[in-house]
C-alpha cells in the first residue's frame, strides 16, 4: 500500500524557535497533503490543506503566519512551527491522497511527529 | 459546518461485539470513513461506505449508515485484544475534498 513517511518522529525544542516537520510519500504521488493536529484528549484537528505548487488552505483559527506549509513537489510537503510557544506542543501528522483521482479519496497517514517545546 | 461526533471510550468484553456509533452534521457528506489508530502511531483506513449505500461488510466489520438521521456505526465483531485502539469516524463531500474527523473512541477489551 501507499506509504507516507514523517520526520522527524519526536521533536523536543526551546520556546521561540522554529520546527520544520517532513511529510513525504514514499511509493506515490500527492497532489494533495493535509496537516492534521491531535490534542491530548485524542480529537484529530485539520490545520490546512496542501496542494503541490499552490498556497496552502488553511482551516479557520489556524495561523498561517505560524505553521507555514510548503508542498514544493508531489511527494514531500513541510510544515514549520514559527517562534514555537509551549501551547504548541502536540503531536501533529501528515496525510497525503494519491494523484490517481477518483476512487474512495482514501488518505494514506504518516506516522505522526510529536513536538515538545520547552 | 461540518460536524463529525461519537463517543469517547467503550469498553467491551473480549469475544463480544463493538458497535462504536458516529453521528454528521454536512448532508453532503458522500464518502464516510472508518479509520483506526493504533497507540503512538498514524491513523489507517479501516472501512468506507457511500452515501448511496446502506450497509457494508467485511469480514468482521459491518458499517450500517441511517442517511437520514445522518448517524453512521462500526460493528466489530468477535473482538479480540489486537482490536484495541482509537476508531476515528470521518466524512467528505467527494474524493478530492478535505476529510473531516470525528473526536475517536477508544476501545478497550476486557478479558
Known amino acids: 500500500g501507499a506509504v507516507v513517511s514523517q520526520h522527524p518522529s519526536w521533536v523536543i525544542c526551546k520556546s521561540g524557535t522554529s520546527v520544520k516537520i517532513e511529510c513525504r510519500s514514499l511509493d506515490f504521488q500527492a497532489t494533495t497533503m493535509f496537516w492534521y493536529r491531535q490534542f491530548p484528549k485524542q480529537s484529530l484537528m485539520l490545520m490546512a490543506t496542501?496542494?503541490?505548487?499552490?498556497?496552502?488552505t488553511y482551516e479557520q483559527g489556524v495561523e498561517k503566519d505560524k505553521f507555514l506549509i510548503n508542498h514544493a513537489s508531489l511527494t514531500l510537503s513541510t510544515l514549520t512551527v514559527t517562534s514555537a510557544h509551549p501551547e504548541d506542543s502536540s503531536f501533529y501528522i501528515c496525510?497525503?491522497?494519491?494523484?490517481w483521482g477518483g476512487g474512495t479519496g482514501e488518505l494514506f497517514f504518516g506516522e505522526g511527529s510529536r513536538l515538545t517545546v520547552l | 459546518g461540518e460536524d463529525v461526533e461519537q463517543s469517547l471510550f467503550l469498553s467491551v468484553r473480549e469475544g463480544d461485539s463493538s458497535v462504536i456509533n458516529c453521528t454528521y452534521t454536512?448532508?453532503?457528506?458522500?464518502?464516510l470513513y472508518w479509520y483506526k489508530q493504533e497507540p503512538g502511531a498514524g491513523l489507517q483506513l479501516l472501512t468506507y461506505?457511500?452515501?448511496?449505500?446502506d450497509m457494508k461488510q467485511d469480514q468482521r466489520l459491518t458499517v450500517l449508515l441511517n442517511k437520514k438521521d445522518k448517524h453512521l456505526s462500526l460493528r466489530i465483531a468477535d473482538t479480540q485484544t489486537g482490536d484495541s485502539a482509537i476508531y476515528f469516524c470521518a466524512e467528505s463531500i467527494s474524493s478530492a475534498s478535505k476529510i473531516i474527523f470525528g473526536s475517536g473512541t477508544r476501545l478497550s477489551i476486557r478479558p
Open positions: 461506505i457511500f452515501s448511496n449505500m
Open positions: 496542501s496542494n503541490e505548487g499552490s498556497k496552502a
Open positions: 496525510s497525503a491522497r494519491g494523484s
Open positions: 454536512d448532508s453532503s457528506s458522500t464518502y
